[in-house]
């Protein structure tokens, strides 16, 4: 009995012991995984995950403190390359974190705007231009669609507007081909 | 002499029924002036032009309308004179059925030129003559519509072994430059001699291919008389064996010249370029002639009582140009190229492009739709006919299964969308269709992604920024505090008032100077921009000041809710 | 010398780990889904396998069986084999965090992978020597590796294939596996040679 007591207790010890020495001797610094799932995100900053920014929430998915379904821009397909490079399961967008809309740009109706400087401050990719009791105007090649300016806004001179496709940008459909009933007949 | 060539074989390929004998009985014909002329600003790959000309304006034939937009990019002239009706979006000759910008002129029926200069490519520096030819809008007129003067660019050794000029014409029912190549030999190989000084090239290979025999005796003649003028043999007519695509760059330089170019690489690295015949003939209008690119051959055929080449003004819709030929009654859709690779048109009002090189009518009965599609079963006959290369049906494999990343692994970007593999198919799969959806969908990602590292960019640049003038607030706010104390304490012993504690005092006298900095401030600030104005604008300020006090009115409760 | 050979071939092929002993097959599902990752899976495996048989011949030899302590066999292999994993993954991480992400989860699971323990098990019941113990364990390895790659390959092409709604993922996975061990059993013929 003592034997076999002694025999596991020196086991552990020397195993204890060289694992020790392989942690301090391999220790990692950062975390490479991070700007991985930073680089899935869709970059638009908007803060519906409930994280201020993509950044944190890439974050706090590397800890496992978040899903992986909470970001409605990244949409399902988000979800999946996430799900890919993390090993889980794929899980359908969380609802209480918002839809998946079509991709828009805000829009200033500059008749209305009063200059108060609030969207500006808002904005998190500085992507609106003006000051103060001047008329702002957005940049929509830099706005990621996020909605922030939405609420700040005191005369809701701010609003959604889908991105249509244009002739540069128009993306071949999926082919599909339709069987008609007389070719079925045919058949 | 042209026996005497050397030819390879490309991979691949086919031979569809090439259909070409209709629309070639008859000489080119010019095509009438239309009652209103549509001219798209973007009819070449790479930026948009800006428009030059508003609604109203009046412009001569041959006036640039549309503006290069950065060097890859070429511009847009007007194509006769005329009033400009509108510029606005019109429907465009694409698949999409979209509309983009578009400059309509009314002709006025004089057809009156601008100045025409020819231009002295000799004494101009070669940047100089791509400027010119930007400014002249000469692209690409095999149907790539890539801007040429990118392309007279002779590469990293400064000089080219062999200028290829591309009159195969591969392609079924389109005999533009077959045509074109019969009635104007001689000013093709005018170009052909002028491009061959700018790419200082060896020597020039025009291929053709067999089918074309009156097109071959053509440029024989006209080749054998600039050979003679310049005392060489450096222009060669090459005939070369009838095989769809020969006519595509990289399969006609491969079986000229026996290169082959690799994946990710440009032919002028192996000294080779290739230009398309109907370019040859464009550079030669616009240098020699000093005339921009305003008009092309286009070819009329399929479901017609006359199939016809036709020398069209661009802008000129397709039903206008159709109607020449007479359509049959039972024509159901339009498409732009041959039947390989045309796109559908969206309709008939469409304009004539720079792309635009056959216009090709259809009917049930000429193009019946295709039969259902069966399972792939991986025969490999798609592989065998493939000109690229490439194995198709695993390209399709992952294209269907919309795994992007695997179809780009197998090349996907090197299919240059010539139909082949379709055209072989046993279970009669859409092969390009797939190609086209998978193309588009990671060109669609590319541009996500650089959005995206441009959002994370701007986004953590603002977070330094905001850490940044909160640092220098916090400093600014410590350096006046301190000045200020200073300032209070040396009040304070002049004063000399035992009553109050010093720090108070100090406080008290940090206050009372903010105010009196606060009031002064207030009479100082007025807008500086509104010093000396006009009666009139005044009058406007005034307007504005009481829209935005309703405005201020209206957005109280907001602002309330808000506090 | 032969006789080395057929324990390496036999490991590999005859009595393949997964498909023929059916050990192993929590990381035979899992880290199957892309070939890259499987081929990283199966280098760290064949990798703790081999010191694993190695350790474990050198305890169970010169310090359980002079004790007469064979009854903490079981207890003290999958000691050695946690301490072995547990190297490893410090190892990678450091080497190549890549790797080390992709295999995630998977890495820390060799320790309770069967097949990892069920070798060196195999090894004392068989009576193999210690070069004969580090080949097995090689070449069951081997084996392992070599399932994981063609599966992960088979299931490359799966994921783009017309799979019936209800059989898609681990579904026709599992079936494929099925006819892969089906298929594995043709190498029982190779017995004749011995």
Redesign the interface.
């Known amino acids: 009995m003592l034997d076999a007591l002694l025999v596991m207790a020196l086991g552990a010890v020397l195993l204890g012991a060289a694992l020790g020495y392989a942690a301090v001797r391999f220790r990692v610094e950062g975390d490479p995984l991070v700007e991985k799932i930073d680089a899935i995100l869709p970059q638009t900053q908007c803060g519906q995950c409930g994280f201020p920014g993509c950044k944190p929430y890439a974050q706090a998915i590397a800890k496992g403190e978040a899903e992986i379904n909470q970001c409605p821009p990244g949409g399902d397909e988000g979800i999946h390359k996430l799900a890919d490079l993390l090993g889980r399961e794929f899980k359908s967008l969380s609802a209480e974190h918002g839809i998946e809309k079509p991709k828009s740009v805000a829009v200033i109706d500059e008749q209305a705007c009063i200059g108060c400087t609030l969207c500006i401050q808002a904005c998190p990719v500085d992507a609106i231009v003006g000051a103060a009791k001047q008329m702002h105007t957005i940049v929509a090649q830099q706005c990621t669609g996020c909605e922030l300016c939405l609420p700040p806004c005191p005369v809701d001179c701010i609003s959604m507007q889908p991105i249509g496709a244009s002739v540069e940008t128009w993306k071949w459909k999926y082919p599909v081909f339709k069987i008609n009933s007389t070719q079925r007949d045919a058949a | 002499m042209s026996a005497l060539q050397r030819l390879f074989k490309f991979h691949g390929g086919v031979k569809p029924a090439y259909n070409k004998e209709a629309s070639t009985r008859l000489p080119i014909a010019v095509a009438p002036m239309p009652a209103s002329l549509v001219i798209p600003l973007h009819q070449s790959i790479g930026g948009m032009p800006r428009p030059l000309v508003a609604a109203g304006e009046k412009v001569l034939k041959g006036q640039r309308i549309g503006g290069a937009d950065g060097n890859v990019s070429s511009a847009i002239h007007a194509s006769t004179s005329g009033t400009v009706v509108a510029v606005e979006m019109r429907l465009m000759p694409h698949t999409s059925g979209l509309s983009a910008l578009c400059v309509v002129i009314e002709p006025d029926g004089r057809d009156e030129w601008i100045a025409r200069q020819a231009f002295e490519f000799r004494s101009a520096s070669p940047g100089q003559t791509r400027d010119f030819l930007r400014d002249a809008g000469v692209v690409g007129l095999g149907g790539a519509v890539f801007p040429s003067h990118l392309k007279l660019n002779a590469g990293k050794h400064g000089k080219l072994d062999t200028l290829v000029l591309n009159g195969a014409e591969c392609e079924p029912f389109i005999t533009c430059d077959d045509v074109l190549m019969r009635e104007r030999a001689e000013a093709i190989v005018n170009g052909a001699v002028i491009m061959r000084e700018i790419l200082s090239a060896e020597r020039v290979l025009i291929g053709i291919e067999d089918n074309k025999p009156e097109a071959i005796a053509a440029m024989d003649v006209a080749a054998a008389e600039a050979n003679c003028k310049a005392g060489d043999a450096a222009i060669e007519v090459v005939s070369v064996p009838t095989r769809y695509p020969a006519g595509g760059a990289k399969q006609l330089i491969r079986v000229l010249t026996g290169i082959e170019v690799p994946h990710g690489e440009r032919s002028t690295d192996y000294g080779v370029q290739c230009f398309n015949v109907g370019t040859a003939y464009a550079i030669y209008e616009a240098i020699a002639l000093g005339q921009p690119l305003i008009s092309r051959i286009v070819t009329v055929a399929g479901n017609v009582a006359q199939a016809r080449n036709y020398e069209v003004l661009f802008g000129t819709s397709m039903k206008d140009l159709m109607a020449l030929c007479a359509p049959l009654p039972d024509s159901d859709r339009i498409v732009m190229g041959g039947p390989m690779m045309g796109l559908l048109m969206p309709g008939d009002s469409v304009p004539v492009v720079k792309a635009t090189n056959c216009i090709l009518v259809g009917s049930q009965a000429l193009f019946p739709p295709p039969p259902p599609e069966m399972p792939c079963i991986r025969c490999g006959d798609c592989a065998k006919v493939c000109p690229a290369d490439l194995q198709p049906f695993e390209m399709y494999w992952f294209s269907r299964a919309k795994i992007f990343g695997k179809a780009q692994e197998y090349n996907l970007f090197d299919c240059i969308e010539c139909g082949c593999c379709a055209y072989v198919c046993p279970s009669r799969i859409p092969l390009v269709d797939y190609y086209r959806f998978a193309k588009s969908e990671i060109w669609a990602r590319e541009v996500e992604k650089e959005a995206a590292d441009v959002a994370r960019e701007r986004y953590e640049f603002r977070l330094l920024r905001e850490e940044r003038e909160k640092q220098e607030k916090a400093a600014k706010l410590a350096a006046k505090t301190a000045a200020g104390r200073e300032k209070a304490a040396a009040a304070l012993a002049e004063a000399v008032k035992p009553a109050a504690t010093p720090e108070e005092d100090a406080k008290k006298a940090l206050i009372a100077a903010a105010m009196e900095r606060a009031k002064a401030q207030k009479q100082e600030v007025h807008p500086e921009n509104t010093a000396d104005l006009t009666p009139e604008q005044q009058a406007e300020v005034a307007a504005i000041e009481a829209r935005r006090a309703e405005i201020r009115e209206m957005a109280k409760p907001h602002l309330r809710q808000d506090d | 010398m032969t006789s080395y050979l057929f324990i390496v071939l036999g490991a590999v092929l005859v009595n393949n780990v997964v498909f023929v002993r059916i050990l192993g097959l929590c990381p035979f599902m899992?880290v199957s889904k892309k070939l890259e990752t499987a081929v990283g899976m199966g280098a760290a495996t064949t990798f703790v396998l081999t010191m694993a048989c190695g350790a474990s011949y050198v305890?169970d030899r010169w310090?359980?069986i002079p004790?007469?302590?064979e009854y903490?066999r079981t207890?003290?292999f999958i000691?050695?084999i946690a301490?072995i994993v547990?190297?490893t993954e410090?190892?990678i991480?450091?080497t190549s965090?890549?790797l080390h992400?992709v295999l995630?989860?998977?890495l820390p699971l060799i320790t309770t992978n069967c097949a990892v323990l069920g070798i060196p098990l195999l090894n004392v019941s068989l009576r193999h020597n210690f070069l004969e113990s580090l080949l097995f364990g090689f070449g069951s390895a081997v084996g392992f590796t070599l399932a994981l790659i063609l599966f992960a390959g088979i299931r490359?092409?799966l994921?783009?294939?017309?799979v019936p709604v209800h059989f898609r993922g681990t579904a026709i996975a599992m079936i494929t596996a099925g006819l892969m061990s089906l298929a594995f059993m043709g190498f029982a013929g190779l017995d004749k040679f011995k």
């Open positions: 899992g305890i310090l359980l004790n007469q302590l903490l207890l003290s000691v050695t301490a547990q190297l410090l190892v991480q450091k965090p890549l992400q995630g989860i998977y490359e092409r994921e783009a294939a017309d």
